[in-house]
């Protein structure tokens, strides 16, 4: 185990989120992150999508009855004998209020090396609980357990909060060994694996640091055989107002080179019109194309290492 490591371990980064209560701006977070590894800058990446899930059970003054809507659910309906309408008639005497969490991930990133990979990534989330519903509707009471957990015509309550907000850690990536593995299951080469590998072998990796502009969000999906696959995105955490590029259809020459020159400048780092493309963020993929034929004809506007990148993926295109 190395110092990085030893000093960014996840029981560690845990015990940090238990100990710290949100702020508005997770200013402390931050600072207490950067004492764990003083020697690498930290940095928050990016604020993810708001985001809910089932909460648990309180009473109607805001008493906490159970952590995990779920569990209680299926606990209590064995202890009434497995009877819903049971289940029902104890959740309306008692005027259990379900709740639910709702929160962010944030996502840190520390910057280990030079290349595209060579970055280590703390998602952690912040979540606050807060009611949602009666339990049990009055006017249309569950058929069965899966409505009583989640039902379709819930009666929503005003809402408060339940407890303060809090931290709770969800993972650390260090992207490099990580990729590693996630290439070792994959015949081809990984889509995000060769997004990276472009980065590193074109114009932009001598002015940008991938990690600056982009994250990535390991995933698992289910194979054709009901096996569980970890699979990896890539994610944009760009900030500016970037504006798409315009339809290139007919421009060749210093037009097209001019639109390609803004994009670039708008996003902060040159050949990033070729990222946002592979992406399918902002540039269309006709325009990859419109600039192939143009530096393969009477002009010459890209240096020689982003043509060649440009190339590989005319003739062998992938999106990320």
Aim: net charge negative.
């Amino acid at each position: 185990m190395d110092d990085l490591d030893f000093q960014l371990n996840g029981q560690q980064i845990a015990k940090l989120c238990k100990q710290i209560l949100p702020s508005a701006d997770d200013e402390l977070l931050l600072a207490k992150l950067q004492e764990l590894i003083p020697s690498h800058k930290v940095r928050l990446a990016r604020i993810g999508d708001e985001w809910y899930r089932l909460g648990g059970i309180v009473d109607m003054q805001g008493n906490r009855i159970a952590q995990d809507l779920v569990e209680w659910t299926e606990r209590t309906f064995i202890n009434c004998g497995k009877n819903l309408q049971t289940l029902i008639e104890h959740a309306q005497e008692e005027k259990l209020i379900a709740t639910r969490q709702t929160g962010n991930t944030l996502h840190f990133v520390v910057q280990t090396g030079t290349k595209a990979e060579d970055f280590i990534q703390i998602d952690i989330d912040k979540t606050h609980e807060i009611s949602d519903r009666l339990l049990v509707s009055e006017h249309n009471p569950p058929e069965d357990l899966e409505e009583f957990i989640d039902p379709l015509n819930p009666d929503c309550l005003e809402a408060f909060s339940i407890g303060a907000a809090r931290y709770s850690y969800k993972r650390k990536t260090d992207v490099a060994i990580f990729m590693d593995e996630i290439n070792k299951y994959h015949i081809e080469e990984h889509p995000v694996q060769r997004f990276m590998d472009d980065w590193n072998r074109s114009s932009t990796q001598q002015k940008a640091v991938l990690s600056d502009d982009w994250i990535v969000r390991p995933f698992r999906n289910t194979g054709r055989f009901g096996e569980q696959i970890i699979n990896v995105e890539i994610v944009n955490t760009q900030q500016k107002n970037v504006l798409q590029m315009k339809d290139v259809s007919g421009k060749k020459g210093t037009s097209l080179a001019n639109l390609l020159t803004r994009f670039d400048r708008q996003v902060g780092y040159p050949f990033a019109w070729f990222f946002y493309m592979v992406k399918g963020k902002l540039v269309l993929p006709q325009t990859g194309v419109a600039v192939y034929k143009d530096v393969n004809g009477d002009f010459s506007y890209l240096p020689e290492r982003d043509v060649a990148v440009l190339k590989d993926w005319v003739n062998t295109p992938y999106s990320v």
